[in-house]
């Protein structure tokens, strides 16, 4: 059974920088399904943030497209999310993701039923 665990939430000040950390196990092959972060605020909707696909091709959200980097470190099974220059409407719990089938670029962005969800870690920009 796959189980994500994500680290590295927290408080940081308006322009400054943050990496979220996510630790994959239950999985043999790290990279065979795209893997994600998503976040969501209060009573909003989960939104996609950043995602990888198996071969590395990447997709961000227009809203942090040239501030946040999603990188991955294959021996360690673990996905990350830097977040540079962060603003306060970044303030979200953010959710590390990972599709539990192959997912075309086109789609591999989108929520399915049977994606695997790590619990959330909560960063908050403020001054």
């Known amino acids: 059974q796959v189980q994500l665990v994500e680290s590295g939430g927290g408080l940081v000040q308006p322009g400054g920088s943050l990496t979220l950390s996510c630790v994959a196990s239950g999985v043999n092959s790290f990279t065979m399904f795209p893997m994600g972060w998503y976040r969501q605020g209060p009573g909003k909707q989960r939104e996609l943030v950043a995602v990888?696909?198996?071969?590395?091709?990447?997709q961000y959200a227009e809203s942090v497209k040239g501030r946040f980097t999603i990188s991955r470190d294959t021996a360690k099974k673990t996905l990350f999310l830097t977040m540079n220059n962060v603003r306060p409407e970044d303030t979200d719990v953010y959710y590390c993701?990972?599709?539990?089938?192959?997912?075309?670029?086109?789609?591999?962005?989108?929520?399915?039923?049977?994606?695997?969800w790590g619990q959330g870690t909560q960063v908050t920009v403020s001054s």
């Open positions: 990888i696909s198996g071969a590395g091709n990447t």
């Open positions: 993701n990972r599709k539990n089938r192959f997912r075309s670029l086109s789609t591999m962005g989108e929520i399915f039923p049977d994606d695997v």
